[in-house]
């Protein structure tokens, strides 16, 4: 079974419209955490957002904000007032792991979403 | 720019041969982890070494390895390539405390291509 699912593949988006990026994980470990990295055409991997499992609050980073529902096992990304430099690949990735447990702290991520940001 | 340097950026090599692919982690960082990724397979671990030693392995075919020196610099060695091989490979390090907030911080990545 997949661990991370991203559902869209591809989306078109208004330049300075919000967008929502969707993410569901599946795991049976209590403490994990969830990142989303943001991959331009020129290929670099660049860290945008980090949600702990125990974290009450949604994460926030300038225009990205994650809004994680626990329950539904979701981690979607919501960037504000897109701007065209957003055009990327986005990858929402899991790290699981117990510090109880010789953990490997690897990431598993998702197959992606293409985003393109229409001016 | 994440502080991680990868070298080369881009590497062309036959069939069968043998490459070298190198990674400078952050300062300060300890562990070093590869990634693979391909058009048909995503973001694929490969292998993770933490303080000079292999922490985990994951989807690393027999002819790759790897070793953290101790300077805390790594090298994958991919050997009797094939054209399946061909990829983005990525270098990620992190501080990996036992907390779970640690990012990962990517280098460029070093595109492979066998021909």
């Known amino acids: 079974a997949q661990k991370i699912t991203q559902t869209q593949p591809g989306m078109f988006v208004q330049e300075k419209e919000a967008v929502t990026l969707d993410c569901t994980y599946d795991?049976?470990?209590?403490?994990?955490?969830l990142f989303w990295y943001k991959q331009p055409s020129s290929g670099e991997m660049i860290f945008l957002i980090y949600?702990?499992?125990?974290d009450e609050q949604n994460a926030t980073e300038g225009r990205y904000s994650l809004n994680f529902q626990k329950a539904r096992k979701s981690a979607n990304l919501v960037i504000s007032a897109s701007q065209l430099g957003d055009s990327a690949m986005y990858f929402c990735?899991?790290?699981?792991?117990?510090?109880?447990?010789?953990?490997?702290?690897?990431?598993?991520w998702g197959a992606g979403t293409k985003l393109i940001i229409k001016p | 720019d994440s502080g991680v340097t990868q070298t080369p950026k881009h590497l062309i090599t036959a069939t069968g041969q043998r490459v070298t692919l190198r990674c400078s982690p952050r300062?300060?960082?300890?562990?070093v982890y590869w990634y693979q990724q391909s058009l048909d397979q995503g973001l694929q671990f490969l292998i993770h070494?933490?303080?000079?030693?292999?922490?985990a392995k994951g989807n690393i075919l027999e002819r790759f390895s790897a070793q953290q020196f101790p300077d805390l610099h790594s090298e994958l060695n991919l050997s009797s390539l094939e054209l399946g091989d061909s990829a983005l490979y990525f270098c990620?390090?992190?501080?990996?405390?036992?907390?779970?907030?640690?990012?990962?911080?990517f280098g460029q990545g070093t595109r492979l291509t066998v021909v």
């Open positions: 990620a390090s992190s501080v990996d405390s036992e907390l779970m907030n640690t990012e990962a911080f």
């Open positions: 300062s300060g960082d300890l562990s």
């Open positions: 949600q702990g499992s125990y």
């Open positions: 990735a899991m790290r699981e792991g117990r510090v109880e447990r010789d953990s490997n702290y690897q990431l598993i």
């Open positions: 795991t049976s470990d209590q403490s994990y955490g």
């Open positions: 070494y933490y303080n000079g030693e292999e922490r």
